[in-house]
Every structure is written in C-alpha cells, then in structure tokens.
C-alpha cells in the first residue's frame, strides 16, 4: 500500500493556527518563566489552556465527544510539531505527557463510567494525570520486571509498591498505576492497571526529583503505595492483561513524544540560521561560510528524515497495522537527530548559544533525557534488530 506523508486539509489548518498562537502567545510565558515548569505553577497552566481554547486548538488528540477536535495521528503529528516549538506549547494546547498519552488510553480501554470520570476532566483541562509504572529497581526499560503487587481484598484490591520518575506526579489528580496481580518479576504477563485517585492514603509522593530537565509540568516524583486500597471498579480494563494495554498507550506516546521534541529541533534551527545570517566572522556572514554551511545541512537532513519516518510510523498506526518496528525506529532515529540538531545550533551560536540570552542552552537540556524516556536508544535497538532478525528467518 503507497504510504501517504500529507495530512488532511483540516489538521493543516489547526496546525497554521496552532503556529500562530505559539509564536504570538505561548513563547512569551515560556520567556517569562525561562520553561522551567517542575513547580506546576498553577495560573500559568489554567491562563495558557483558556488562551488555547480562545484561539480553537485545544485538545485535539481527543475526540470531539469529550471536547477535543478527533485528529488522527498524521494530524497529530503537524499540529503536535508546530506546539512543540515552545517548551509550553503542548501544556497550553492539553497535549503534553503524560496527560496527551492517558487520555489516549482511557479512550481506548476505560468503562463508560471510568471515562466520565477520568477522561471527561482530563479533556477538558480540569485536572492532571500521571502514569505510575516506572520502579528503582523493577520495571522499567524492562516493563516485565515490576514488582508492585495488586493484592485481593473484600471488595477489592491493596497495592504495594515503590515507583520513581513518575511525571508529573506533583498535583495530579490521579493516577493509572501498573501492578502485578498474578504471576512473578520477569513474567511476560500478570500486570494490571488500577485507576488511583491522589487523595487515596495508601499512595504518598515521597520526593520531587531533580532532573536534568525542568520543562514537565509537575516534574518526577519517586511515589509510595503502602497498603492503597482500591474498589474493584478502579481496574482499568481486564485483570491481568496490564502489559497489553502499555502497548496502546505506549507506542502512539513515543510517537506523540517524537512529534513535540521535532518542534524543539525546528525552532532550534531556526535559532542558529538567523544567528549566522547577521553574524560575521572573517568578513563574511557565517551562513556564507563552509563548516557552518555543512552543520545547517546536516540538520535541515535530519529534521526532514525524522520527519518522514514519524509520519510512516503515524501511517501505520493509522491503518491500525502492526507499528511496533516503525515506532521504534522511529524513536530512535528522532531522539538523536533532535538533539544532533539542537547540539549545532548550540556551535553555530558559540558563547552566544550556552548563554540565557537564546533558548538553546535550555532546550539542549530538556532534549537530552529524551533518549531514555519511553524507553533508552538501545532497548529500541535491541528490539529493532530481533525484529529484522525474526522477520528474515521468516523469509528464509
């Protein structure tokens, strides 16, 4: 099948606006508070979100019937592109992590009920989420590894377990947490997922952690469950099939990820062209000069390979076929490039570029944790080679 790179006419149009309002809006707020968003500055969220949705491009991964405008991926991936090019872009636009994935999710395998009223506020804006799979010394890279227990009580379930990194965590009104209720670490199957409400008792956050980035809203927190009790209800989907349901929300999250860092690489290029337009050296401008020339080709190359490889991935997921290569080396390829990108327009601008006087020094710290989150380059290289390597003994 001819795999088509054009998004439709209507996400085109969302995207220009979306272009507009970052670049007229959201960059100013960004400035003002020099990205960092790990304290979950509250105002600064709820005024950029009402700005959004004056200016119609708010939540347009969710599907109009919870509000949101129902792009598919391929349009996600322009108008997630074009948000992405301000640290709070996708913040204001309600599609930031781990909120854009959640959401995701829950349309996909929450009950009617859950959906009202899990989905129905996190669309809205109303309220924040976190996703609470990540441990110290269990799942992770490796999601088979979790050791947290989900175990029955009268009426329900106890969780037990100790998670860290969890984004966002800080001021999130709930949380979906991944629990083993069957089987042992390293087991292929036996994870669940439980809806967490954040005033339950039996889940604490126990430290904010200080991270080399600081433009998540609410940050990374290491989170406790001691004895969290939840009703039967709270079970997200189908008991024991917790690993499937991380490849729904898992894959179209790497691929959303890759969409808003892709901004951060074309605003970082665009940086660096207009600094080596009105800077000389040597009695010309540099954008006349060889080795800078080299470094914005080599950029411009990898800003349009990733590109195209995101959108094959988007495509394949969007003819609900089997993406779990593409998105992999879709990941891959798009961390690294973004932040190869990012590193040059850093040289180009010189003292100028690791300086507070251009974003760059802050963009190149939130891009370089993009190469672990959603998994390491390796992991994905792992898996990418036992793919190639399965699907030629397949041939063979």
Same mark, same amino acid.
């Given at each position: 099948?001819?795999?088509?790179?054009?998004?439709?006419?209507?996400?085109?149009? $969302?995207?220009?606006?979306?272009?507009?309002?970052?670049?007229?809006?959201?960059?100013?707020?960004?400035?003002?508070?020099?990205?960092?968003?790990?304290?979950?500055?509250?105002?600064?969220?709820?005024?950029?979100?009402?700005?959004?949705?004056?200016?119609?491009?708010?939540?347009?991964?969710?599907?109009?019937?919870?509000?949101?405008?129902?792009?598919?991926?391929?349009?996600?991936?322009?108008?997630?592109?074009?948000?992405?090019?301000?640290?709070?872009?996708?913040?204001?636009?309600?599609?930031?992590?781990?909120?854009?994935?959640?959401?995701?999710?829950?349309?996909?395998?929450?009950?009617?009920?859950?959906?009202?009223?899990?989905?129905?506020?996190?669309?809205?804006?109303?309220?924040?989420?976190?996703?609470?799979?990540?441990?110290?010394?269990?799942?992770?890279?490796?999601?088979?590894?979790?050791?947290?227990?989900?175990?029955?009580?009268?009426?329900?379930?106890? $969780?037990?377990?100790?998670?860290?990194?969890?984004?966002?965590?800080?001021?999130?009104?709930?949380?979906?947490?991944?629990?083993?209720?069957?089987?042992?670490?390293?087991?292929?199957?036996?994870?669940?997922?439980?809806?967490?409400?954040?005033?339950?008792?039996?889940?604490? $956050?126990?430290?904010?952690?200080?991270?080399?980035?600081?433009?998540?809203?609410?940050?990374?927190?290491?989170?406790?469950?001691?004895?969290?009790?939840?009703?039967?209800?709270?079970?997200?989907?189908?008991?024991?099939?917790?690993?499937?349901?991380?490849?729904?929300?898992?894959?179209?999250?790497?691929?959303?990820?890759?969409?808003?860092?892709?901004?951060?690489?074309?605003?970082?290029?665009?940086?660096?062209?207009?600094?080596?337009?009105?800077?000389?050296?040597?009695?010309?401008?540099?954008?006349?000069?060889?080795?800078?020339?080299?470094?914005?080709?080599?950029?411009?190359?990898?800003?349009?390979?990733?590109?195209?490889?995101?959108?094959?991935?988007?495509?394949?997921?969007?003819?609900?076929?089997?993406?779990?290569?593409?998105?992999?080396?879709?990941?891959?390829?798009?961390?690294?490039?973004?932040?190869?990108?990012?590193?040059?327009?850093?040289?180009?601008?010189?003292?100028?570029?690791?300086?507070?006087?251009?974003?760059?020094?802050?963009?190149?710290?939130?891009?370089?944790?993009?190469?672990?989150?959603?998994?390491?380059?390796?992991?994905?290289?792992?898996?990418?080679?036992?793919?190639?390597?399965?699907?030629?003994?397949?041939?063979?």
């Amino acid at each position: 099948m001819p795999i088509e790179f054009e998004a439709d006419e209507r996400a085109t149009r $969302i995207a220009a606006r979306v272009r507009e309002f970052v670049r007229h809006v959201v960059i100013a707020e960004e400035q003002a508070c020099d990205g960092v968003l790990h304290d979950g500055p509250e105002p600064l969220r709820l005024r950029l979100q009402q700005a959004a949705r004056d200016a119609g491009v708010f939540s347009p991964h969710v599907s109009p019937r919870w509000g949101g405008l129902g792009l598919d991926l391929r349009g996600q991936a322009v108008v997630f592109e074009a948000a992405g090019y301000s640290l709070l872009g996708p913040l204001a636009l309600n599609i930031a992590a781990p909120d854009e994935g959640n959401a995701h999710l829950l349309e996909k395998v929450a009950t009617e009920a859950q959906r009202e009223r899990y989905l129905a506020p996190l669309a809205r804006g109303d309220v924040r989420s976190c996703f609470a799979m990540t441990e110290p010394a269990g799942a992770g890279s490796d999601p088979r590894a979790l050791t947290t227990t989900a175990t029955r009580i009268p009426g329900g379930w106890r $969780i037990d377990g100790h998670k860290w990194f969890i984004s966002g965590a800080d001021g999130a009104a709930f949380t979906i947490c991944m629990a083993r209720t069957s089987g042992a670490p390293g087991d292929a199957g036996g994870a669940t997922m439980f809806l967490v409400d954040a005033d339950n008792p039996g889940m604490k $956050i126990v430290r904010n952690i200080k991270t080399l980035d600081e433009g998540l809203f609410g940050g990374h927190s290491e989170v406790l469950f001691d004895g969290c009790e939840v009703p039967d209800d709270a079970v997200l989907g189908e008991i024991d099939r917790g690993f499937d349901y991380a490849q729904v929300r898992l894959g179209p999250a790497r691929l959303t990820h890759c969409m808003r860092w892709l901004g951060i690489a074309v605003r970082a290029q665009d940086v660096a062209l207009d600094r080596a337009a009105t800077r000389s050296a040597f009695g010309r401008p540099l954008d006349q000069l060889g080795m800078v020339q080299q470094l914005v080709a080599d950029s411009e190359i990898d800003i349009a390979a990733a590109r195209a490889l995101l959108w094959q991935a988007c495509w394949e997921l969007d003819q609900v076929r089997p993406g779990a290569q593409q998105t992999s080396i879709a990941k891959t390829f798009v961390a690294e490039a973004v932040h190869r990108v990012v590193d040059r327009a850093v040289q180009i601008c010189g003292a100028l570029g690791i300086s507070a006087d251009t974003p760059l020094s802050r963009l190149y710290r939130e891009v370089r944790p993009f190469r672990i989150y959603d998994g390491p380059s390796e992991t994905h290289r792992w898996a990418i080679a036992r793919r190639a390597a399965k699907a030629r003994a397949a041939a063979r």
